[in-house]
């Protein structure tokens, strides 16, 4: 299976991009800039010892099978715009949460629905939303193992089980079943509550974990 991490640059796509190809996953890392792409890919790849290709967010969307969107989320609905026929053909993953920071805390920044479900309305086809509460900086950091719960929402079945599946093959990471997409409503705003709670009680970045 070819997993692409679409705007894999940032700290997300780094911690995904890494500790996939450590689970065994093809990976492909995407960019607007495919020299950026290339580079981050070969620093990805002293890291962990794993191949990983970087190329062009247009390739990448083209030779994956799991599309992993870490676009910043202001750009995101244009870019899903722009390439919507051919994510329609993939399993697209949305790890996107809208939000803001107002003074000393962070809101969720989306009205009406979730930002999974709008990016779900443009591609038409398999989309799934999975690890908006994962604290992207520490992810990115293979000395840490987080032991995090990620929620995995969806409407079709198999795009689910696809992406639970990618989900539990990274060590620490259990994947559970979090409903129809538009769950998606809740666990998306459970990112900034996260952000302020770890700020209130000075802690480091933080996830989730149902015990």
């Not at 989320?73 to 994510?87: K, T």
């Not at 604290?135 to 995995?152: G, H, M, Q, Y």
């Not at 994947?175 to 000075?202: C, H, K, M, Q, Y």
Request: aromatic share 6%; with cysteine.
């Amino acid at each position: 299976m070819i997993i692409s991490i679409l705007g894999g640059t940032g700290s997300l796509g780094k911690g995904l991009a890494m500790r996939l190809a450590l689970a065994g996953y093809e990976v492909v890392v995407g960019s607007r800039d495919e020299k950026k792409a290339f580079l981050k890919a070969r620093e990805y790849e002293e890291l962990c010892g794993c191949r990983i290709k970087g190329t062009s967010n247009e390739k990448a969307i083209e030779v994956c099978d799991v599309a992993i969107l870490t676009i910043p989320w202001e750009n995101v609905l244009d870019f899903v715009r722009e390439h919507r026929r051919s994510l329609s053909k993939k399993v697209v993953v949305s790890p996107i949460v809208p939000m803001r920071r107002e003074g000393n805390s962070f809101v969720y920044a989306f009205e009406n629905g979730s930002m999974a479900e709008r990016i779900a309305e443009i591609v038409e086809g398999a989309v799934v939303s999975a690890f908006q509460n994962v604290p992207a900086k520490r992810f990115s950091n293979l000395e840490e193992t987080p032991n995090f719960d990620i929620v995995v929402c969806g409407d079709d079945a198999r795009a689910k089980e696809v992406v639970m599946e990618i989900v539990n093959s990274v060590k620490n990471l259990r994947a559970l079943d979090g409903g129809p997409l538009s769950n998606s409503r809740i666990v998306e705003r459970l990112t900034p509550f996260i952000i302020n709670v770890a700020i209130a009680n000075g802690l480091k970045e933080i996830g989730i974990k149902f015990i």
